[in-house]
Every structure is written in structure tokens, then in C-alpha cells.
């Protein structure tokens, strides 16, 4: 476990540096931030002026060196346009996004098990083909237009929920169930594809030979079994919420990271795009590794050397 521990903090490591170099290249080559920084009448000495303050004078790799040498002592840069820690931005907003990330896998888990085990166990029913009638449906649907749905008929109709903002249970209730909405088709069709596979097996039909209860078949035996595709597919879905969930957070005003994102990404604001870009990698790292060790606890025969 010790050797497999220091090989994930080296690859940390390189995800660290690869991440940053990529996006320190594509800001560069997006455009000149001061444009946006100055009044359209700002005179040339006043743009090179701003320009050599925020250090944007030098070539990219030496500003990259620079930014290395900074992050090293924790410091990720300055943002060009909140003037604050870029790091301290992205972490300040940390909070509100991994509410609406850890809210949407718990609604998507605790409704998608039980629909796809039912599923699988009655396969051809009329239980079986409305479930994955309504995760094609749910799959198929984009993410903004669910959203835009649910505002219309819980905001402008019904009145009964809030559209925009961070709050109490209700300001939850419309972007976690737009965030679930996919997530929850995706995990009830791989549940019963799980199940319909493992109920097939040998050592199933074993302990239906043995006068085991139906039920402790399915939950005890075949869903475990099932669980690790699951859980893979799982820690790879809330990853891509952390990261990609800027959809959402715009169309719901969410004070999370994506919303910083989508801010920094119009104003050219490179330290805070690339913290955000570090503080993802190092989301995804932990989510892996949390991964890994879940794989050992539902599987025995795992071991990490």
C-alpha cells in the first residue's frame, strides 16, 4: 500500500505540471487580458505599463517558470481582475460546488439502485421496459434544457421554488435534480446490466439450488458484484460534476467554481483559470484514490502492494 501511495503522488505530481502547461499555453494563445483590463482609451504607455506590473512582458515559458516557482510556495498568482490569491478565489468557492456535487450523487445512488435492481430482477416486465424507457429519455436530454424545463414549471408556474442562488433546501432542489437527471438514467441502465449479468452466473443459480431467499441473492451476492463497474463509473461522474457542472451553476446563478470559471474564462483571467485547473486535478486525484480503496473494500481478493 506504501509503494502504491508514492506512485500516486508522483503521478499527481505530473498531472500537476502537465495540467498547468496546457493551460498556460491555450490562455496565452486565447488572447491579450489588458484589452479587457484598460478602457478602450488607454494610451500605449499605460498598456505597457500594466502589461510589465502583471508580469505579462515576458515570454510564456518564462512566466511559466515564474508561476512554478510561486506554486511551489503555494501561491498559484494573482487574479488579474478580483485582485485577490487566485487559489484563495477558487477555494472560497470550493464549498458551494462540492453542496451541489455530494447532493447529486447522493439523490442519483439512492434512486437508481433500487430502480435498476428491480429491473434486472423482473426483466421484460412492464417495470423493466418503463425504466429504460425514462433513462433513454433521461441520457438523451441535455443538461440545459432540463434545466430550463424545471425553471418554467417550478418557477414561472408554480411559484413554489426558487431559480437562482445559494440557500436553504429549496435553492438545492432544481439544480441537483437537473444535475441527477442523467446521472440517474446512466447508473439504473448500468445496474441492470450489471445484474442481468451476474444473475446469470454459475454461483447464482448455486445458491438458488441451496433455497437461498430471492432476496438475499439479489442484494447480498449479485448486487455486490455488481458494484464495482458502478462505483468506477460513479467516481468518474463526480469528477466531471466538480469540473463541468458550469452549465448548471450558470443557469441556477450558483456561487461555485464554475460560475468563477466562466467569469475568468471572459475576462482572460489566467491565474484563476489555472487554480481552478489544479484545484480540479487534485479533486479528480483524490476521487481516483478514493476509487481505488473502495475497490478493495467491496472486493476482497483486491490488494495494492
Known amino acids: ?77 494573482t487574479s488579474f481582475y478580483f485582485h485577490e490569491p487566485a487559489i484563495r478565489l477558487v477555494l472560497q468557492r470550493l464549498p458551494a ?40 429519455v433521461g441520457i438523451s436530454a441535455p443538461t440545459f434544457w432540463i434545466g430550463i424545463v424545471l425553471i418554467a414549471v417550478f418557477v414561472v408556474f408554480l411559484n413554489v421554488l426558487p431559480s437562482s442562488g445559494r440557500g436553504g433546501w429549496e435553492h438545492l432542489v432544481l439544480p441537483v435534480t437537473t444535475l441527477a437527471f442523467y446521472r440517474v438514467a446512466l447508473f439504473v441502465r448500468l445496474i441492470r446490466a ?31 458484484n455488481t458494484m464495482i463497474p458502478f462505483v468506477t463509473i460513479g467516481g468518474i461522474q463526480m469528477g466531471g460534476l466538480i469540473a463541468f457542472a458550469v452549465v448548471t451553476e450558470k443557469i441556477y446563478a450558483w456561487p461555485g467554481m464554475g460560475r468563477l470559471l466562466l467569469i475568468s474564462i471572459e475576462r482572460l483571467d489566467y491565474p484563476v483559470v489555472v487554480a481552478y485547473a489544479i484545484v480540479t486535478a487534485a479533486l479528480f486525484v483524490v476521487i481516483n484514490l478514493t476509487v481505488d480503496v473502495l475497490y478493495a473494500l467491496i472486493d476482497p481478493r483486491i490488494r495494492y502492494e
Open 97 to 136: 460546488s462540492l453542496e451541489l456535487v455530494i447532493w447529486t450523487m447522493v439523490l442519483s445512488t439512492v434512486i437508481a439502485i433500487p430502480l435498476g435492481v428491480a429491473a434486472a430482477a423482473r426483466p421484460n416486465s412492464w417495470l423493466d421496459r418503463g425504466v429504460l424507457i425514462g433513462s433513454l
Open 194 to 224: 450489471g445484474m442481468l449479468d451476474v444473475l446469470g452466473q454459475d454461483y447464482i443459480r448455486t445458491a438458488r439450488a441451496k433455497g437461498l431467499l430471492e432476496r438475499m441473492i439479489i442484494y447480498r451476492h449479485a448486487l455486490r
Open 1 to 77: 500500500m506504501t509503494r502504491f501511495l508514492i506512485n500516486r503522488l508522483f503521478q499527481m505530481a505530473g498531472v500537476f505540471l502537465l495540467i498547468s502547461l496546457v493551460m498556460f499555453l491555450l490562455l496565452v494563445m486565447t488572447g491579450d487580458p489588458i484589452e479587457l483590463l484598460l478602457p478602450p482609451a488607454a494610451g500605449i504607455d499605460q498598456i505597457e505599463a500594466m502589461r510589465r506590473q502583471l508580469g505579462l512582458d515576458q515570454p510564456w515559458y518564462v512566466q511559466y517558470m515564474q508561476f512554478l516557482r510561486s506554486a511551489a510556495h503555494g501561491d498559484l498568482g
